[in-house]
């Protein structure tokens, strides 16, 4: 339509009487009162917030790991060493603290192939297994010693399990590294060391199985990430994508990362404060988020996790709350 076709029905439209406007004003809300201006599907541009700053139920200080069972349900630890669980819409169901947090609190979460949380309790060097309904199942504690030795951890900041039942341990400090347990959690061999070399670590901070048993994992200090063929009895880098920086495709602080159902990669930057959208061959495909306070910004959040309606729940940390969306083509800025 050129412009004076535009303004000639606008003219016509502003000729209508009163009659005719009230007519239409009435039939529109008739419509949306009805729903047939509506959908009963998600609005994908929506951004929903829930959680603020405190001690008290549903509160949070600086939210560090997430994960996600298979009944939906929102498992969030923060700085107090408190567990607190939600359902999607943040309501909260249940919550309970770690044994101890006088060293410092759990930076890790993830649930085992068995319905099992898994708790990486950083600062004592383990990782703690929970019954969903917040029981110690202290028998199958992996780790409880510092060192450098089998079985013994550094800083644990992760845990994921394969399709086998096996687990991979991630750790930094004295020794950056990622340690394999078999499913039972006999130690199997490990591999890792402090440096930028290929197979090396800066902080491996977050962990990922693909379909095919590859181990990602999200080498912070480094700013890239690394992925692995870890199923016989050594680990062999099988790629490697990521340098540092703010542009897309660059990386800052990579805190932690996960997979929708089509196979890309998102990976929530702590110190880009936004997640990326990747392709398995480390094409950027888009960001969302923001450095700032306000709906849709982030403060250096550390975990997002994806549920199964595909909703994302990324921790806002320093913002002390979660933030929920729909990753669709209005935040990715460019096509595969």
Aim: proline share 4%.
């Amino acid at each position: 339509m050129n412009r004076s076709d535009s303004n000639t029905t606008l003219f016509h439209l502003r000729s209508l009487p009163r009659w005719t406007w009230a007519g239409l004003l009435l039939g529109c809300a008739s419509l949306l009162a009805t729903g047939c201006l509506t959908s009963d599907a998600p609005d994908p541009n929506q951004v929903q917030t829930w959680g603020r700053r405190g001690l008290g139920d549903g509160r949070f200080q600086k939210p560090r790991a997430i994960a996600l069972d298979a009944d939906q349900n929102l498992y969030i630890v923060d700085m107090t060493g408190r567990v607190q669980v939600f359902d999607t819409n943040g309501q909260l169901l249940r919550q309970w603290r770690t044994p101890e947090v006088k060293n410092g609190k759990p930076c890790g979460l993830s649930i085992s192939n068995d319905q099992k949380l898994m708790v990486c309790d950083t600062h004592y060097h383990r990782v703690l297994f929970y019954d969903l309904d917040g029981t110690l199942l202290e028998s199958r504690t992996i780790g409880g010693t510092h060192g450098r030795g089998p079985e013994e951890f550094g800083f644990v900041t992760d845990i994921v399990q394969d399709s086998s039942g096996n687990y991979y341990v991630a750790e930094y400090g004295d020794y950056d590294r990622i340690q394999k347990f078999d499913a039972a959690g006999n130690y199997l061999f490990e591999w890792g060391g402090h440096g930028s070399e290929p197979g090396q670590f800066l902080r491996p901070q977050g962990l990922a199985i693909d379909s095919n048993d590859q181990l990602w994992v999200a080498d912070a200090s480094n700013h890239r990430i690394q992925v692995f063929d870890a199923t016989g009895d050594t680990a062999k880098v099988v790629k490697l994508f990521g340098t540092p920086g703010r542009e897309k495709g660059e990386l800052n602080y990579p805190y932690n990362l996960f997979f929708d159902d089509q196979g890309d990669l998102y990976v929530c930057e702590f110190g880009n404060h936004r997640l990326q959208k990747f392709t398995t061959d480390g094409h950027s495909l888009g960001t969302w988020g923001s450095p700032g306070r306000k709906t849709g910004q982030l403060h250096q959040p550390w975990a997002a996790c994806l549920d199964a309606k595909g909703m994302i729940h990324v921790l806002d940390s320093y913002n002390h709350r979660v933030q929920q969306f729909y990753w669709n083509d209005g935040f990715v800025p460019d096509d595969r």
